[in-house]
């Protein structure tokens, strides 16, 4: 190697060794590699009562999964016009929250129960600009606050007190919305969120397009600038796979919720099948992390 092209070489090496060192010092995160989430099994999801959504809960001890469909909303609910119920989650304590919505209105509702048992609802009026859709329900792993989000196109969470939780709610008031998380790029038709981590969420989208990150329905990962709360806080969208399209039909599928369970480190995503087959083959994926 010439003299010259030595010591460009070495002017290039010490820089990015300086760069390094400067990294280090002021305490900057080291980049983020993807997750690779492999698949280890699935179980049939009943079109009627496990078709919206699924959540897993830690209290009362030994309770069983939980999960949301069609068939699994109360008479008295849907008879008031909250006709749709999205993907549930349960707060470390054993609150097990559902996110309700109507055809129509300027409302949207939360369906608790504590863990004594007993039910209560929470109703959100609707701030300027935001849809309608109730799609699904987060609880941040610190308990008082929880994500919500939209249908279509965004570019944002939302960021609730969780009702039951937060001590600043009650069934008869209003559930205000606090702040919002700011993705850093567009995300499309997100069935479900859930925490694997204070500042860390694995979402299903059920994108048909594929023009976002390259893929249809996609599974993805959310890394918040900071625990939500009453201020807003970033989030930085990566996609990490597409989830399972196989049925004995061909057609449409639909991603529906996700649920990471911290205790055995699984994560659960429904994907109900195409036409006909929906009854006979739709699937609830179970994934770890290799």
């Given at each position: ?80 016009g909250w006709n749709h ?49 109730n799609s699904w329900v ?84 959310i890394d918040l600038s ?65």
């Amino acid at each position: 190697m010439p003299l010259r092209a030595r010591q460009r070489c070495h002017a290039l090496m010490a820089g990015l060794v300086a760069l390094a060192a400067a990294a280090v010092l002021s305490g900057a995160p080291p980049a983020l590699a993807a997750d690779t989430w492999t698949e280890v099994g699935s179980d049939r999801a009943d079109p009627l009562t496990e078709s919206q959504g699924l959540t897993s809960v830690e209290v009362p001890a030994n309770s069983p999964n939980r999960y949301t469909g069609i068939g699994t909303i109360p008479i008295g609910v849907s008879s008031r016009g909250w006709n749709h119920v999205g993907d549930p989650d349960a707060s470390y304590d054993g609150h097990y929250i559902e996110p309700y919505q109507a055809d129509s209105g300027s409302a949207k509702m939360f369906r608790v129960q504590a863990p004594g048992g007993s039910w209560s609802e929470y109703v959100h009026t609707l701030a300027g600009g935001e849809a309608l859709n109730n799609s699904w329900v987060a609880v941040a792993p610190g308990g008082r606050w929880m994500l919500a989000g939209e249908w279509g196109t965004m570019n944002r969470l939302l960021v609730f007190p969780t009702p039951g939780v937060n001590p600043a709610t009650s069934p008869s008031a209003n559930l205000p919305l606090a702040s919002t998380v700011r993705l850093d790029r567009g995300v499309r038709d997100v069935q479900g969120c859930d925490f694997s981590g204070p500042t860390t969420l694995l979402c299903s989208s059920d994108d048909p397009a594929g023009t976002l990150f390259g893929m249809t329905k996609p599974l993805l990962r959310i890394d918040l600038s900071a625990e939500p709360g009453a201020s807003d806080v970033d989030g930085k969208v990566t996609a990490l796979r597409q989830l399972p399209l196989r049925s004995g039909c061909s057609g449409t599928f639909e991603t529906e919720g996700v649920d990471f369970d911290r205790r055995t480190g699984t994560l659960r995503v429904i994907v109900l099948s195409p036409g006909f087959c929906v009854l006979t083959d739709s699937k609830t994926y179970r994934f770890t992390r290799n």
